[in-house]
Nanobody, 114 residues
Framework: QVQLVESGGGLVQPGGSLKLSCAGS????????CGWYRQAPGKQREWVAG???????AYAASVKGRFTITKDNAENTVYLQMNSLNLEDTAVYYC????????WGQGTQVTVSH
């Protein structure tokens, strides 16, 4: 059974940074593509970033240049470094492994506010 646990969310001011983590069990990250999604209040869940088995990363246009997805295969963990956060980044962030799939964690809240 796949279990994913996100962490690292919190309250940050505009322009600030956060680093999210997603630790997994029951699945081998080394042989999995991994993704991050987010869901803002009243909106549908949207894709944010993804990283393939070979390390190739892709980003949504809204976060490209500000967010970085990385993966530590030894720790079975995928990360999302978020810089230059703005109000529109406020959402619950979820990891998805393998990407895409029906495997989701519980999410971690990111709130960007003055």
């Amino acid at each position: 059974q796949v279990q994913l646990v996100e962490s690292g969310g919190g309250l940050v001011q505009p322009g600030g940074s956060l680093k999210l983590s997603c630790a997994g069990s029951g699945i081998i990250f080394k042989t999995s593509d991994c993704g991050w999604y987010r869901q803002a209040p009243g909106k549908q869940r949207e894709w944010v970033a993804g990283i393939l088995k070979d390390g190739f990363a892709a980003y949504a246009a809204s976060v490209k240049g500000r967010f970085t997805i990385t993966k530590d295969n030894a720790e079975n963990t995928v990360y999302l470094q978020m810089n230059s956060l703005n109000l529109e980044d406020t959402a619950v962030y979820y990891c998805n492994v393998p990407w895409p799939s029906a495997n989701w964690g519980q999410g971690t809240q990111v709130t960007v506010s003055h």
